[in-house]
């Protein structure tokens, strides 16, 4: 069984941070990217970040860069996302997905987790 579980979401302030885990289990880690993805109400779910479990590459959002990381544990079948300098139009409901290529589209995502909510105030 495939799963993926998005967890540490919460409410912050505007400038504060949070940071998100992935923890995945039922597949072979090491073959997939791993994305971050959100959806804020009435919008369609847009591509945050991804990360290749087997090298390392990464990629980020224009809207989020210089402020969001992303970053890896194989071992604990996990990724991370660091989110700095949190701003208002961050706020939005996280979800992390698993695709075979490195990509943040969503159609090209084979597995995704239940989201987590992030809030940031004003």
């Known amino acids: 069984e495939v799963q993926l579980q998005a967890s540490g979401g919460g409410l912050v302030q505007a400038g504060g941070s949070l940071r998100l885990s992935c923890a995945a289990s039922?597949?072979?880690?090491?073959?997939?990217?791993i994305g971050w993805f959100r959806q804020a109400p009435g919008k369609e779910r847009e591509g945050v970040s991804y990360i290749s479990s087997s090298n390392s590459r990464t990629a980020y959002a224009d809207s989020v860069k210089g402020r969001f990381t992303i970053s890896n544990d194989n071992a604990k079948k996990t990724v991370y996302l660091q989110m700095n300098s949190l701003k208002p139009e961050d706020t939005a409901v996280y979800y992390c997905?698993?695709?075979?290529?490195?990509?943040?589209?969503?159609?090209?995502?084979?597995?995704w987790g239940k989201g987590t909510q992030v809030t940031v105030s004003s």
């Open positions: 039922g597949f072979t880690f090491d073959d997939y990217v």
């Open positions: 997905a698993a695709g075979p290529i490195a990509t943040m589209k969503t159609a090209l995502m084979d597995y």
